[in-house]
């Protein structure tokens, strides 16, 4: 027998989005609930890698109304760290998170909108969509990827650098994960190669999610405001020299290659038909929205990008996607950025369901 229930507003995932999403809406008085597909609090942070930190403090690197603790011996908090602080924000604000629920698709349903979940079914006036990126990694498309012998991995498997001990391992990517997943294998693999599209362009050393954030604000308001476009935080460079990266960089052992021509079966190969061996490949080449669950609302574009205007959809106003990047607000998908594009999604649904 399918379990039926109602609310006034689903949010479909409960990471840092959805928890912020959560937390307006109960400021406001809004009946909701929170499906998570996980098993425990802490979103995509419990999956991360071992030696991954924040970029900022943690008074830089809170959800709203709840200062994230420092972490002692740590001026950035490790993912650990957030997952016990988001699991303690779930908690201190008796936020209705229930889990392991997963969202199989919502559908349109009269004056209403229908969540199908693998638990039963919910009916709600709105629906924040709030599920990420984490969990749709993006593989780009290399000739000969099927003929190489080695391990495929991407960023979304590693874990730490004693896994790679001894072995030939190319990273592929010049962004963040790309940088920092060289960083942590520079000293353990017998030999690193490090791949990037282009140079690697390394922020100034001083440079921090604090600035980050402000930046990417900085560039929507100037767009809003109809003035010339920035550039954001695309506009001075795509790695933050954390400290790791930033040792490993003057220490000589992050030195890039050009992006390859072709995977061979013992490595690859450049169009000068020089090759490097490798054990494993790890493709640091990034995520996609994970939006599977909102196919049945047909709202894809030509170019699969769901229209919004801030966070509303355009073709259904009654859902609000939040946290998948600068165009569901500025800085949306990390802690200290989501905070503002989640009261602003809050409060517009409260409008609607009132």
């Known amino acids: 027998m399918t379990v039926h229930r109602s609310t006034d507003v689903v949010v479909v995932g409960g990471g840092q989005a959805g928890l912020a999403a959560g937390y307006h809406l109960r400021r406001l008085g809004v009946d909701f609930v929170v499906l998570d597909a996980q098993a425990e609090p802490g979103g995509a942070w419990q999956h991360t890698w071992d030696s991954l930190h924040l970029f ?39 936020l209705d998170v229930r889990r392991p629920v997963r969202v199989l698709g919502v559908h349109r349903d009269g004056e209403l909108l229908r969540v199908d979940t693998d638990s039963g079914i919910w009916r709600a006036r709105a629906v924040i969509s709030a599920t990420g990126t984490w969990w749709r990694p993006f593989l780009p498309a290399v000739p000969g990827r099927g003929v190489f012998g080695g391990q495929h991995l991407h960023t979304a498997e590693y874990r730490r650098p ?28 017998e030999l690193l190669t490090w791949v990037t599209t282009r140079p690697p362009r ?54 890039a290659s050009p992006m390859f021509t072709r995977l061979v079966p013992g490595g690859v190969e450049w169009s000068d038909g ?71 999604a809050a409060r517009k649904v409260a409008e609607l369901v009132r």
């Open 56 to 94: 900022s403090p943690a008074a830089y690197s809170s959800l709203p109304g709840r200062l994230m603790p420092v972490q002692p011996g740590q001026e950035c908090p490790d993912a650990a760290h957030v997952v016990a602080y988001l699991r303690d924000y779930e908690k201190r604000y008796e």
């Open 162 to 189: 004693r896994d790679f001990a001894g072995r030939r391992v190319i990273v592929v990517g010049g962004g963040n994960s790309g940088a920092q997943i060289a960083a942590d294998l520079a000293y353990d693999t």
């Open 274 to 344: 020089t090759r490097a061996e490798a054990d494993a490949i790890i493709w640091c080449t990034g995520f996609r929205p994970a939006l599977s669950h909102l196919a049945p609302l047909g709202l894809r574009g030509r170019r699969g990008r769901i229209a919004t205007s801030g966070t509303a959809v355009v073709d259904e106003p009654r859902l609000h996607l939040l946290g998948y990047g600068d165009w569901t607000g500025p800085a949306s998908a990390t802690l200290i950025g989501v905070g503002r594009p989640a009261r602003d």
């Open 202 to 255: 390394f922020l100034a050393d001083d440079i921090d999610g604090r600035a980050l954030f402000d930046v990417a604000t900085a560039r929507r308001r100037a767009l809003d405001a109809g003035r010339a476009d920035t550039g954001g935080v695309a506009s001075l460079g795509d790695i933050v020299a954390v400290p790791p990266v930033r040792e490993a960089r003057d220490r000589g052992l992050l030195k």
